[in-house]
């Protein structure tokens, strides 16, 4: 009698799902594997599509654009938020931050740019106490930090928290240009490591442009999604603008909004359009 010979091999439409997963899970996964194997083409999307959901995804805590990607963030991902100086860029991270702290989650934000005292002041007036969350041990805050990204590695496994917010990237990787290769190592070990903690990441980049010119930087090709955030003027007005550019495996609404700083943080209101604002 002959052997019957067992296939291990799957065909390039299961391969990039499984693979996508395992990056996702940090590891080999044989149930996954085995599952895609043998099914036909509407079956595997039906099975990509049943992962994704059970994934799970994390609220932003702006209901709005939650409604924007099919309900949140999905959960491990790294999603870069980017935009000019003064878009709102850092009270989106923290807005981020305490919507999982409200959920019993742990943070850590990172940031390059402001110390931690003013950090915590400026979002006082949001209704946020970072103080409280710190001593009650929800918070972790590193403010104007010299620190490196094998640092953030290091704390990240220690602390063991469900959402990191980095403000910004480039301060963090700003060695020079005579350190690309450098850089994108590093980056590369930054990236693994959250996808291997099961983290669910905000990274902050800074733009010179605004959403009026279609042109992207390395940083926006490095994350699972990709939030554009902007200030224009509008009959005098200032108004800020937030546009979904990229969220994988999610549906998406790509218009621009508008949003407005409230004193519970960003709130996003209506579809922008160049007359939205014209008086009658
Ligand atoms: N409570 C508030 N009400 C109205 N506007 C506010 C309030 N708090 C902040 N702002 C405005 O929002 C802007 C953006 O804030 P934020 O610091 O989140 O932006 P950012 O993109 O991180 O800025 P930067 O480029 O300096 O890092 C501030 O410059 C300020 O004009
Ligand atoms: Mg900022």
Same mark, same amino acid.
């Given at each position: 009698?002959?052997?019957?010979?067992?296939?291990?091999?799957?065909?390039?439409?299961?391969?990039?799902?499984?693979?996508?997963?395992?990056?996702?899970?940090?590891?080999?996964?044989?149930?996954?594997?085995?599952?895609?194997?043998?099914?036909?083409?509407?079956?595997?999307?039906?099975?990509?599509?049943?992962?994704?959901?059970?994934?799970?995804?994390?609220?932003?805590?702006?209901?709005?654009? =939650?409604?924007?990607?099919?309900?949140?963030?999905?959960?491990?991902?790294?999603?870069?938020?980017?935009?000019?100086?003064?878009?709102?860029?850092?009270?989106?991270?923290?807005?981020?931050?305490?919507?999982?702290?409200?959920?019993?989650?742990?943070?850590?934000?990172?940031?390059?740019?402001?110390?931690?005292?003013?950090?915590?002041?400026?979002?006082?007036?949001?209704?946020?106490?970072?103080?409280?969350?710190?001593?009650?041990?929800?918070?972790?805050?590193?403010?104007?930090?010299?620190?490196?990204?094998?640092?953030?590695?290091?704390?990240?496994?220690?602390?063991?928290?469900?959402?990191?917010?980095? =403000?910004?990237?480039?301060?963090?990787? =700003?060695?020079?240009?005579?350190?690309?290769?450098?850089?994108?190592?590093?980056?590369?070990?930054?990236?693994?490591?959250?996808?291997?903690?099961?983290?669910?990441?905000?990274?902050?980049?800074?733009?010179?442009?605004?959403?009026?010119?279609?042109?992207?930087?390395?940083?926006?090709?490095?994350?699972?999604?990709?939030?554009?955030? =902007?200030?224009?003027?509008?009959?005098?007005?200032?108004?800020?603008?937030?546009?979904?550019?990229?969220?994988?495996?999610?549906?998406?609404?790509?218009?621009?909004?508008?949003?407005?700083?409230?004193?519970?943080?960003?709130?996003?209101?209506?579809?922008?359009?160049?007359?939205?604002?014209?008086?009658?």
């Amino acid at each position: 009698m002959t052997k019957q010979r067992i296939h291990t091999t799957i065909d390039a439409e299961a391969y990039h799902i499984l693979q996508k997963y395992e990056e996702q899970w940090g590891g080999k996964n044989a149930v996954l594997e085995a599952a895609l194997k043998g099914l036909d083409q509407g079956h595997k999307a039906q099975l990509d599509i049943k992962i994704y959901e059970k994934i799970g995804r994390k609220s932003t805590g702006i209901p709005t654009l =939650d409604q924007m990607i099919e309900g949140g963030i999905p959960k491990n991902f790294v999603v870069i938020v980017t935009g000019t100086p003064g878009t709102g860029k850092t009270t989106f991270g923290m807005q981020f931050l305490v919507e999982g702290i409200k959920n019993g989650e742990r943070g850590i934000f990172f940031s390059f740019e402001e110390d931690s005292e003013q950090l915590a002041n400026h979002c006082l007036r949001f209704g946020w106490n970072l103080r409280e969350y710190a001593e009650k041990g929800q918070l972790l805050i590193y403010g104007l930090s010299m620190i490196t990204v094998n640092d953030v590695i290091e704390v990240v496994q220690d602390y063991k928290p469900s959402r990191i917010v980095i =403000d910004s990237i480039n301060l963090l990787t =700003d060695f020079g240009s005579s350190n690309k290769l450098r850089e994108n190592s590093m980056l590369r070990n930054l990236l693994k490591l959250l996808k291997r903690e099961r983290v669910t990441t905000i990274i902050t980049t800074e733009k010179t442009h605004g959403l009026e010119k279609k042109a992207f930087d390395q940083f926006d090709f490095m994350g699972d999604g990709l939030i554009f955030l =902007d200030r224009t003027t509008v009959n005098d007005m200032d108004v800020f603008l937030i546009k979904v550019q990229k969220m994988r495996g999610t549906k998406i609404n790509g218009q621009t909004k508008v949003f407005e700083m409230t004193d519970q943080g960003i709130v996003v209101s209506l579809d922008f359009s160049p007359g939205i604002f014209d008086i009658k």
